[in-house]
């Protein structure tokens, strides 16, 4: 188990990396242009998507380094509750824009991130 644990968060880490420093990198305007699947950013202003993309990168970085370094590896789980909760929002903001083919990838996600997060708490805690 601890090895799918692993596995996951590191999958997750990568992706939520790469689209947080997307956010921070890149103006709304060519952020929204990388696919159909970005328009979500119509319902933001500049600054709320730059702060998505942080908490992405936050979170990232919370779903490896305090293990890797074992450092307050209760971390691990609390970044990807956190995870859920970014998620969560996200469905949301879908569901409410009628974009109803990308609900079920960020419910994906969720459930990857809960999967991290009720592991490292309870299946295969860190120095447990």
Known sequence: M?????????????GYLAGGVAMLALPKERFRAISDGQHYVDDFDAGAIKAIGAVKVLAAAGLILP???????????????????????????RIVRREWRYVPVDLFFLVLAAFVAWGRFSLAPFGG
């Open 67 to 93: 293990a890797l370094f074992d450092i307050a590896p209760l971390l691990v789980p609390l970044a990807a509750l956190g995870l859920v909760l970014l998620m969560t929002g996200a469905a949301t903001v």
């Open 2 to 14: 601890n090895t799918a644990l692993w596995i996951v968060a590191g999958l997750l880490a990568v």
